[in-house]
């Protein structure tokens, strides 16, 4: 049975002695290297084969985030997967966002970090327990603001200029004259963009005509 070959990077050396320590005690895992910084992973990596990577965020040097990029520059079979002390949406998703096939913190047990190997090297990726919640915010929220592009992209260009003169705190008749349009008209406009923006009332379209920042209020 070939073992997956693995690489620690952290700039503790406890902390990769440790891990190797665990690590080596699963049958098919092999620490095939150690490294302190980004740039000694990163020279062994372009003349050696590993499987996967554990990767420290806050390195001297070279960090985390820096080596992550090269890595994935190099477009090797590499799989990375970061193991930090932080638990911070921003660097999930910025590490994910970069290509890393998984995120793990340092103080998760052994078999958490054993399955969170095995099934990155099977193809799947791995986030710690503690986290998903925060990645199923951060789906959600680009889910949301997708919604929103779209709606405010299906507004005619009329449309949107009426939305932007509701934000003003115009009325219906003022629209009216200001457009050279009649009261009917506006109102039509009116309805047509409360459905598409999924939207109650002109309140809640000020609101987010705003919000949106597409005025300079």
Do not use: W
Request: proline share 1%.
């Amino acid at each position: 049975m070939n073992k997956i070959k693995i690489m620690i990077v952290d700039d503790h050396a406890l902390m990769r002695e440790g891990l190797t320590k665990i690590l080596e005690m699963e049958d098919n895992f092999e620490v095939v290297f150690k490294a302190a910084d980004g740039y000694e992973a990163l020279d062994y990596i372009e003349q050696n084969p590993v499987d996967i990577v554990l990767l420290d965020i806050n390195m001297p040097n070279m960090n985390g985030i820096e080596t992550l990029k090269k890595m994935k520059q190099m477009d090797f079979e590499t799989k990375i997967i970061m193991l930090t002390v932080y638990d911070t949406r921003e660097y999930l998703i910025e590490t994910l966002n970069l290509g890393a096939n998984g995120y793990m913190l340092k103080d998760a047990e052994t078999d958490s970090l054993v399955k969170a190997i095995e099934a990155v090297y099977n193809g799947g990726s791995y986030i710690h327990p503690n986290l998903a919640g925060e990645l199923f915010k951060e789906i959600n929220r680009q889910r949301v603001s997708r919604n929103i592009k779209s709606g405010v992209d299906s507004l005619t260009r009329r449309e949107y200029e009426v939305l932007l003169l509701i934000a003003e705190g115009m009325s219906n008749k003022d629209i009216s004259d200001h457009l050279v349009i009649s009261e009917k008209t506006v109102k039509n406009h009116v309805s047509s963009i409360l459905r598409k923006l999924d939207l109650q009332d002109r309140t809640q379209a000020a609101i987010f005509a705003i919000k949106q920042k597409l005025t300079n209020s």
